[in-house]
C-alpha cells in the first residue's frame, strides 16, 4: 500500500470519528425542545441513531451511562451499531413539545408515569386509539421529592430527627411572626418558593404531594380530595407566602446559592438536586443545604423510561435500539452509578455511600418503609392539581418593554411579536398586564391593567409593530420599573399580595437614553434583590445583545437573564411564563 492510500485511509478514518464523537456529545448541555432532532448530523453507515429526551434531574447520570454505552459499540440484531444521543429537557415542555410535533425522540423518559399516562392519553386520542408507547415504561432509578432548607433552619425545625411535613411549611408561611415563632426572630418571615406544576415535574408532584399531606391520606387521591375546602385554603395560604416560581429546580436553586439567606429560606426540589448543589457549587452557599423528606410521605419520582415505538418517527430498528440501551440503563452496575450522581437505585439491596448522607444534606436512613411511597397523579388527578395552582397562586403584574430599534428589524421583530403575544395569551385573566417599547424614545402602549381586559388588544398591538431608530435601553427599564413599583405601592396598601416582574426583551445595547448606566443601577433598580420585589427577566436578543448588564439588572432583581434568537424566543417566554 503507497503512501498516499495509507494517508487517505488515515483522513477518512478520523473524519468518521468525528463525526460519530460530534453525535454521541451533541445536547449534552440541555438542549431545548427539538433541537436534537433539527440539528442532527448523519452518522456513518452502519450505525442506529437512538434519541434520547430526558429529564434534568438525571443528567449526570446519564451522560456517563450513554457515553459507556456508546464506547461499547453495541449492535441490533442486523448488526447495526447503536448510538445514544441524549437531550435533557424538562417534563412537562417535553410533552407538549413531543405532542406537538417539534420534538420527536426515540425514548423518553420524563421524571413520573404521570406524564407518560398523559401522553399516551392524548396521543390515542389523535391517533386511532393507539398510544405513543405500545409497552410498559418501566423505572430507571429513584430520585424522590421535598423540601431543600438552609441547615441551621432545618436543624431548628428539628431535622434530621423529628418529622417535618407540609403541614409544617404551611404554619410557618402562614405566621405573620415568621421564624420567630420558633425561637428565630432573626430570620424574619419565612420565604418559600416551588417549580410550576404545569410546567415542572417537581412542580407537579411537589404540589401533588401537597395534597396527600393536607388531606391526611396516602392512597389513591380523587378528584374530590384535591378540591377539598381544607386543601384549598391550606395551598391559599401556602401560595400567597410562595416568592418564587420557575420552570426548573436547578434555577431556583441556583437562585438561593446567588441571593443566600436573606432571600428564600427553602425550595420543594428533589433530593438529587439539593445534593448536588452542597457537593458542586458548596463554596458558594452561605450554609450547607438540608434536604427534608415529607413526614407523611412523599412521590418517590422513578423516571420512567418509554420507546416511543408507535410514533411514525421511530423505526422498528430504532425501537429495538432503544431497548438495548434500556436493559443496560437497568444492569447493577449502571444502578451503582446512579448514586454518585445523586440519585436512588431501583435495587434497595444496593448500599447508599457518599455522596447520599447527612454530611452531604441527606438521610440515608430514610426509605419508603420510613417515609411511604405514595401514589404518582393520573391525568385526572394532575389537572385538578395544576387547576387549583392556578386558582389559589399569587398573581402577577408584569410589565413587557420591547426594544424596537432598527437593529431589530426583519426576522428578530417577526418571531418577537408572536413570541410576545403567545405569551400575553398565556397570562392568567387576573394577571395584570402593561408594555411598552423603545427605540429612540420610549413609549407606552399600555399601563398595568387587568389581563382578562386588556390582554387580547394588547396582543393585536404588539402584532403590528414596527422597528427603527436607535435604543433607549436604558431609560425604558427605569420607565417599567417605576411603573411597577407605583404598582405594588398601591397593592400593599390595598392587602393585594403579588408577584411583580419587567421582561425586557432586547437585541443591542442603549445608544439613545436619557438615562446613563449608573443612573439606571442607583435610582431605578435596587441595591439587593428583594423577595417581593420586582424581579427583571432580561432576553439577550441575538449576539449583539448587551449581555454584561442585562445580566446585571436581572441579578440586582433575583431575576434571570435568558438568551435567545429568532428559532428560541418562544421557548423562552415559555420559561418567563413558569416564573410568573
Request: aromatic share 8%; glycine share 8%; proline share 6%.
Amino acid at each position: 500500500m503507497n503512501r498516499t492510500r495509507v494517508l487517505f485511509l488515515a483522513i477518512v478514518g478520523i473524519a468518521l470519528l468525528i463525526v460519530i464523537a460530534a453525535a454521541i456529545t451533541r445536547n449534552n448541555g440541555g438542549a431545548g425542545p427539538g433541537e436534537a432532532t433539527a440539528t442532527a448530523a448523519p452518522l456513518p453507515k452502519g450505525t442506529v441513531r437512538v434519541t434520547l429526551a430526558s429529564s434534568n434531574t438525571k443528567k449526570v447520570w446519564l451522560d456517563q451511562v450513554v457515553k459507556g454505552f456508546n464506547a461499547a459499540r453495541q449492535k441490533t440484531a442486523a448488526g447495526n451499531a447503536i448510538v445514544v444521543e441524549v437531550s435533557h429537557v424538562t417534563s412537562g415542555a417535553s410533552l407538549n413539545a413531543i405532542l406537538g410535533g417539534t420534538l420527536q425522540p426515540v425514548a423518553w423518559s420524563p421524571g413520573d408515569p404521570s406524564w407518560v399516562e398523559q401522553a399516551n392519553t392524548a396521543w390515542a386520542r389523535e391517533h386511532g386509539n393507539r398510544p405513543l408507547a405500545s409497552q410498559t415504561c418501566p423505572a430507571t432509578i429513584f430520585a424522590p421529592l421535598g423540601f431543600a432548607m438552609w441547615r441551621p433552619m432545618a436543624e431548628a425545625l428539628g431535622w434530621p430527627d423529628k418529622p417535618i411535613g407540609w403541614d409544617t411549611m404551611v404554619a410557618l408561611a402562614a405566621d405573620p411572626d415568621g421564624w420567630a415563632s420558633r425561637g428565630r426572630p432573626e430570620w424574619g418571615r419565612f420565604t418559600f418558593g416551588h417549580t410550576h406544576p404545569a410546567y415542572a415535574n417537581s412542580g407537579l408532584l411537589s404540589m401533588t404531594t401537597f395534597v396527600y399531606g393536607i388531606a391526611g391520606k396516602q392512597d389513591t387521591l380523587t378528584v374530590a380530595d384535591v378540591y377539598a375546602p381544607q386543601v384549598k385554603e391550606a395551598m391559599q395560604l401556602l401560595e400567597q407566602n410562595t416568592a418564587k416560581y420557575g420552570r426548573e429546580a436547578p434555577a431556583i436553586l441556583d437562585l438561593m446559592a446567588r441571593q443566600g439567606t436573606s432571600y428564600l429560606h427553602a425550595a420543594a426540589v428533589p433530593e438529587a438536586e439539593a445534593v448536588r448543589f452542597n457537593v458542586e457549587r458548596g463554596a458558594e452557599l452561605s450554609f450547607p443545604l438540608a434536604f427534608i423528606f415529607p413526614a407523611a410521605g412523599t412521590i418517590w419520582a422513578d423516571h420512567p423510561y418509554c420507546v416511543l415505538d408507535n410514533a411514525p418517527w421511530v423505526t422498528p430498528e430504532q425501537a429495538e435500539a432503544a431497548g438495548i440501551f434500556r436493559s443496560y440503563l437497568l444492569a447493577r452496575e449502571q444502578q451503582e452509578m446512579a448514586i454518585d450522581s445523586y440519585l436512588r437505585p431501583l435495587d434497595r439491596s444496593i448500599p447508599l455511600h457518599a455522596p447520599l448522607d447527612l454530611a452531604h444534606g441527606t438521610d440515608p436512613r430514610v426509605s419508603s418503609a420510613t417515609v411511604p411511597a405514595l401514589p404518582s397523579p393520573n391525568a385526572d388527578i394532575s389537572a385538578a392539581v395544576i387547576d387549583l395552582f392556578k386558582i389559589t397562586k399569587r398573581k402577577a403584574t408584569i410589565y413587557v418593554a420591547i426594544d424596537v430599534s432598527g437593529s431589530m428589524s426583519g426576522a428578530k421583530i417577526q418571531s418577537a411579536r408572536t413570541a410576545t403575544a403567545e405569551f400575553l395569551r398565556r397570562l392568567d385573566p387576573e394577571d395584570r398586564v402593561g408594555a411598552l417599547i423603545f427605540g429612540d424614545r420610549v413609549t407606552e402602549l399600555q399601563d398595568p391593567q387587568r389581563t382578562g381586559d386588556v390582554g387580547e388588544g394588547l396582543s393585536q398591538r404588539v402584532l403590528s409593530l414596527t422597528s427603527g431608530g436607535s435604543t433607549a435601553l436604558y431609560e425604558a427599564v427605569c420607565q417599567a420599573s417605576r411603573a411597577l413599583e407605583d404598582q405594588r405601592r398601591a397593592d400593599r396598601a390595598a392587602g393585594d399580595a403579588r408577584l411583580y416582574g419587567v421582561i425586557l426583551l432586547s437585541d443591542g445595547r442603549d445608544t439613545a437614553g436619557k438615562v446613563t448606566e449608573n443612573q439606571m443601577f442607583a435610582t431605578c433598580l435596587p441595591a439587593n434583590a428583594e423577595t417581593d420585589g420586582i424581579k427583571l427577566f432580561s432576553i439577550a436578543f441575538g449576539s449583539d445583545a448587551d449581555k454584561e448588564v442585562l445580566g446585571r439588572m436581572a441579578s440586582v432583581t433575583g431575576g434571570r437573564l435568558y438568551t435567545a434568537d429568532p428559532a428560541s424566543i418562544s421557548d423562552v417566554y415559555l420559561s418567563i411564563s413558569a416564573e410568573q
